[in-house]
């Protein structure tokens, strides 16, 4: 049977819980447009997904994920952010290639089994 710490679920999991998403945007991203740590969507900038004008691309640091409001709807957690990202404004990655950056780039204790 395949150990749990090489399911890719689980590593994106334990990721999610070990980073700050707030830390991947902004060394991503830059600082944020808007800031109000009292909003549940307390940051916002503009999209990675498309050109705008007005900033739609929300961060909620309290629940660690993200939210495009209008037109595309697109939600996702910090590993989904460093993935669409780099695969957007670099090159394509995987996941299981997004979570070994990640792991390295923040130096997080989670083991990965080959």
Not at 17 to 36: H, M, Q, Y
Not at 95 to 100: A, D, G, I, P, V
Request: glycine share 2%; proline share 4%.
């Amino acid at each position: 049977m395949e150990s749990k710490k090489t399911d890719l679920k689980y590593i994106i999991d334990q990721i999610d819980k070990k980073l700050s998403i707030e830390k991947v945007a902004r060394n991503l991203l830059g600082d944020p447009s808007t800031e109000n740590r009292n909003a549940k969507w307390n940051m916002t900038y503009k999209s990675i997904y498309k050109e705008e004008n007005t900033p739609s691309f929300k961060i909620s640091t309290r629940l660690n994920v993200f939210y495009l409001f209008c037109p595309l709807k697109i939600t996702g957690n910090v590993v989904k952010l460093y993935h669409d990202y780099k695969t957007l404004k670099e090159n394509p990655i995987s996941y299981e290639e997004t979570c070994k950056q990640l792991i390295e780039e923040y130096k997080l204790d989670i083991k990965v089994e080959s």
